[in-house]
């Protein structure tokens, strides 16, 4: 498998450090709202690189961390009247049901920054010792100038960066682009009593000391929005190396925007939107089968309009899930000498869509394989065909599918006494051979939004 190392500018073989095992990191949310369309992005895309990955028989171990103490925090908090730990404990709740309904999975610790204190101070006092971090009134800075490979993951040197980032402005600094380690506490926030007084975490810091606690000093796979590799991530290798002296990550792996309505995604252009919002309009589902259709590391353009189109695509594949399910409840028989060749072909769609995702998980062709897949399933295998091979076909697509982790909600198709009743009658005409009748049944039906199919196994419906 080949990824894209953001350190390295290139596509490099993906080699674990311990064989079979892979350490992962993926930038949280900052609990302070329901999270946006924005954020949705990486956290479905390095869900599902994180699967693949088990797919292909690695064990891995992925942490995804909440920053529950911020100044976005202590804002609403201050807003709402309650506390800060109010806040991020009913976003976090939050976060979790938007997470689920975009086929999240849980990672294997969740730690949150107010559980590592005591780990966020003592990383502190080690780069403090080693003289990289220095104090002034309370607050902790590192000091870039002695870090020498700072900017080589943005690939900028320090007079660029200082030229041409947005830094905060501090007289209290020794350089421009130094950045925070530990607060001092301001009136009405929360804080922590520390060796520089009482205070809390900068934010670059929690993820250093969170990786290394969960994951060891240098681990596999970092990975977050495009948005984080400067400052953020920068700052993480810089702090996370200068206390230990090996390198952090190995692989740096950063998704592309999004556009909204091919503007740029902002509060003021009232084009903001959270998982929570769409999920009025669609299912969850939908969002993540949007973002498995284009490759991570390009930017998208989300619309109602590609929505709707992605909507239409994940009924197309939940359709043929229904009609193999369909065959394989009314088929019979062991695989016909004819069908080998079929069976055969079956695994050429698995290899296609493995050498896909190896190639820096590109799911957008892996999902074009699952559609070939499909169109060669409803052009080979119908009411004739052998149960045996039914159920391969049914086997490998969800297979595919669930490596992606989509087309595996099982739909209602719970009918109720007056829809069966209606069907039953619809029959009855047939029989009496009263065509119009059972016509006019079956606009009925469609009216109510159930489809009905012929077969020579019987009727097939379905829900539209």
Same mark, same amino acid.
């Given at each position: 498998?080949?990824?894209?190392?953001?350190?390295?500018?290139?596509?490099?073989?993906?080699?674990?450090?311990?064989? #079979?095992?892979?350490?992962?990191?993926?930038?949280?949310?900052?609990?302070?709202? /329901? $999270?946006?369309?924005?954020?949705?992005?990486?956290?479905?895309?390095?869900?599902?690189?994180?699967?693949?990955?088990?797919?292909?028989?690695?064990?891995?171990?992925?942490?995804?961390?909440?920053?529950?103490?911020?100044?976005?925090?202590? %804002?609403? +908090?201050?807003?709402?009247?309650?506390?800060?730990?109010?806040?991020?404990?009913? /976003?976090?709740?939050?976060?979790?049901?938007?997470?689920?309904?975009?086929?999240?999975?849980?990672?294997?610790?969740?730690?949150?920054?107010?559980?590592?204190?005591?780990?966020?101070?003592?990383?502190?006092?080690?780069?403090?010792?080693?003289?990289?971090?220095?104090?002034?009134?309370?607050?902790?800075?590192?000091?870039?100038?002695?870090?020498?490979?700072?900017?080589?993951?943005?690939?900028?040197?320090?007079?660029?960066?200082?030229?041409? +980032?947005?830094?905060?402005?501090?007289?209290?600094?020794?350089?421009?682009?130094?950045?925070?380690?530990?607060?001092?506490?301001?009136?009405?926030?929360?804080?922590?009593?520390?060796?520089?007084?009482?205070?809390?975490?900068?934010?670059?810091?929690?993820?250093?000391?969170?990786?290394?606690?969960?994951?060891?000093?240098?681990?596999?796979? =970092? *990975?977050?929005?495009?948005?984080?590799?400067?400052?953020? =991530?920068?700052?993480?290798?810089?702090?996370?190396? *200068?206390?230990?002296?090996?390198?952090?990550?190995?692989?740096?792996?950063?998704?592309?925007?999004?556009?909204?309505?091919?503007?740029?995604?902002?509060?003021?252009?009232?084009?903001? $939107?959270?998982? @929570?919002?769409?999920?009025?309009? $669609?299912?969850?589902?939908?969002?993540?089968?949007?973002?498995?259709?284009?490759?991570?590391? %390009?930017?998208?353009?989300?619309?109602?309009?590609?929505?709707?189109?992605?909507?239409? #695509?994940?009924?197309?594949?939940?359709? *043929?899930?229904?009609?193999?399910? $369909?065959?394989?409840?009314?088929? %019979?028989?062991?695989?016909?000498?004819?069908?080998?060749?079929?069976?055969?072909?079956?695994?050429?769609?698995?290899?296609?869509?493995?050498?896909?995702?190896?190639?820096?998980?590109?799911?957008?062709?892996?999902?074009?394989?699952?559609?070939?897949?499909? @169109?060669?399933?409803?052009?080979?295998?119908?009411?004739?065909?052998?149960?045996?091979?039914?159920?391969? *076909?049914?086997?490998?697509?969800?297979?595919?599918?669930?490596?992606?982790?989509?087309?595996?909600?099982?739909?209602?198709?719970?009918?109720?006494?007056?829809?069966?009743?209606?069907?039953?009658? @619809?029959?009855?005409?047939?029989?009496?051979?009263?065509?119009?009748?059972?016509?006019?049944? @079956?606009?009925?039906?469609?009216?109510?939004?159930?489809?009905?199919?012929?077969?020579?196994?019987?009727?097939?419906?379905?829900?539209?």
């Amino acid at each position: 498998m080949k990824l894209y190392n953001t350190l390295t500018r290139q596509k490099e073989e993906f080699i674990p450090i311990e064989e #079979g095992k892979v350490k992962m990191y993926v930038c949280g949310p900052t609990v302070y709202n /329901y $999270f946006h369309i924005g954020n949705a992005r990486p956290f479905i895309m390095f869900d599902t690189l994180r699967r693949y990955l088990e797919y292909r028989g690695y064990e891995v171990t992925y942490v995804q961390n909440f920053t529950d103490v911020d100044d976005k925090i202590i %804002n609403k +908090a201050n807003e709402e009247g309650i506390t800060s730990q109010e806040v991020a404990d009913k /976003y976090i709740k939050e976060y979790f049901v938007d997470a689920d309904a975009l086929g999240i999975k849980r990672a294997t610790v969740h730690p949150r920054v107010t559980e590592n204190i005591n780990e966020i101070i003592e990383f502190i006092k080690d780069l403090e010792s080693k003289g990289i971090a220095y104090e002034v009134n309370g607050d902790v800075y590192f000091d870039t100038k002695k870090f020498d490979d700072y900017g080589k993951l943005s690939k900028q040197n320090i007079e660029e960066l200082e030229l041409g +980032a947005r830094i905060e402005v501090s007289e209290k600094k020794n350089n421009p682009m130094d950045f925070v380690l530990w607060k001092s506490k301001k009136e009405g926030e929360p804080g922590w009593d520390s060796p520089w007084g009482e205070g809390r975490p900068g934010w670059h810091i929690e993820c250093s000391v969170m990786a290394s606690r969960y994951l060891g000093e240098t681990i596999d796979i =970092h *990975a977050g929005g495009q948005d984080l590799t400067f400052p953020h =991530h920068e700052n993480e290798i810089a702090q996370s190396e *200068a206390k230990s002296g090996k390198p952090f990550a190995r692989y740096w792996i950063h998704n592309g925007y999004i556009n909204i309505n091919n503007e740029k995604m902002s509060k003021s252009k009232g084009n903001f $939107f959270t998982v @929570r919002d769409i999920s009025k309009e $669609f299912d969850l589902e939908v969002v993540r089968f949007f973002m498995l259709s284009a490759h991570y590391k %390009n930017p998208v353009n989300f619309s109602d309009e590609m929505l709707k189109q992605s909507e239409s #695509g994940l009924e197309r594949l939940y359709n *043929a899930k229904d009609r193999l399910e $369909f065959l394989i409840q009314n088929g %019979n028989g062991s695989l016909k000498e004819e069908e080998k060749q079929l069976k055969e072909k079956l695994n050429e769609f698995k290899q296609k869509f493995i050498e896909n995702m190896d190639d820096d998980l590109n799911t957008a062709d892996a999902i074009s394989v699952i559609f070939e897949l499909v @169109r060669f399933i409803n052009t080979n295998i119908d009411e004739n065909s052998s149960l045996e091979i039914a159920q391969s *076909a049914y086997e490998m697509f969800k297979e595919l599918t669930g490596v992606l982790n989509i087309v595996n909600k099982v739909k209602n198709n719970i009918i109720d006494e007056e829809i069966e009743k209606m069907i039953e009658q @619809r029959q009855i005409a047939k029989k009496e051979k009263n065509f119009k009748l059972a016509d006019e049944i @079956r606009d009925k039906l469609k009216e109510m939004g159930i489809i009905l199919e012929d077969t020579r196994q019987g009727v097939k419906w379905r829900r539209i």
